[in-house]
């Protein structure tokens, strides 16, 4: 298995709701990061997990909750979001933990709409 | 800091003729380059890197690309160009300074090959 599986690929919520983003990886890739991209915009870090730790927090607002349940699942957990929040978020995992060497292979994201 | 920069926000070819993208970089210490293609509505593909050894790098779908340590580039080229090569690339690096978890992409290159 040579994939990042998210789910689900579409995803429209309320301002107000509670929901979750969801990613798996049997690789046995060990760092596991979570991206939000808008429109023909690179993709911005959010989370870094390295060994189901957080390791790093791009100054994220905390209306989005990262959890890694263990090495295989990243989760990303939304609640009371903004219309601004609306983009492609992208999970991606690598081989590495802390070395530069290997590329990231990405899932092929979930399209998020708040409404 | 690290940065890539990629100073086309489009590049238009006809199908046949060789292409390439272009990407400067500027990094502290040692680059760990990368180039990922990203196709409409679907998560990124890593396509090559350059980490260390030959300064020409081979990468999936025919592509390779070219490092230039003296002109800080690392141009990625195909000798001839396919319609379905049409999408959005973008040039990455590894931020060493954060142990390498962190990777900062260029803000894209659109290709578009005519057929």
């Known amino acids: 298995d040579t994939e990042v599986t998210q789910t689900p690929k579409h995803l429209v919520m309320g301002m107000t709701n509670k929901k979750s983003l969801k990613c798996e990886q049997h690789m046995g890739h060990r760092a596991m990061y979570w991206y939000k991209q808008k429109a023909k915009k690179p993709p911005e870090l959010m989370f870094v997990?390295?060994?189901?730790?957080?390791?790093i927090n791009e100054s994220v607002p905390s209306r989005f909750s990262p959890e890694c349940p263990n090495s295989s699942l990243l989760n990303l957990h939304l609640h009371a979001l903004q219309p601004e929040d609306s983009a492609l978020y992208l999970c991606?995992?690598?081989?590495?933990?802390?070395?530069?060497?290997?590329?990231?292979?990405f899932g092929s994201g979930t399209r998020l709409t708040v409404v | 800091a690290q940065s890539v920069a990629q100073p086309e926000d489009q590049v238009n070819v006809a199908e046949g003729n060789p292409l390439t993208v272009k990407c400067t970089y500027s990094?502290?210490?040692?680059?760990?380059l990368f180039w990922y293609v990203q196709y409409p509505n679907r998560g990124l593909q890593f396509l090559l890197k350059y980490i260390t050894g030959d300064n020409l790098v081979k990468g999936s779908y025919g592509f390779e690309a070219e490092f230039n340590k003296s002109q800080t580039s690392f141009h990625l080229k195909k000798p001839s160009a396919l319609v379905s090569d049409s999408a959005l690339y973008f040039c990455a690096v590894r931020d060493y300074n954060t142990g390498g978890f962190k990777t900062i992409f260029g803000a894209g290159t659109r290709l578009f090959v005519k057929a």
């Open positions: 990094v502290s210490g040692n680059p760990y």
């Open positions: 997990y390295s060994y189901e730790k957080l390791s």
């Open positions: 991606a995992s690598s081989q590495e933990s802390g070395g530069p060497n290997y590329g990231y292979t």
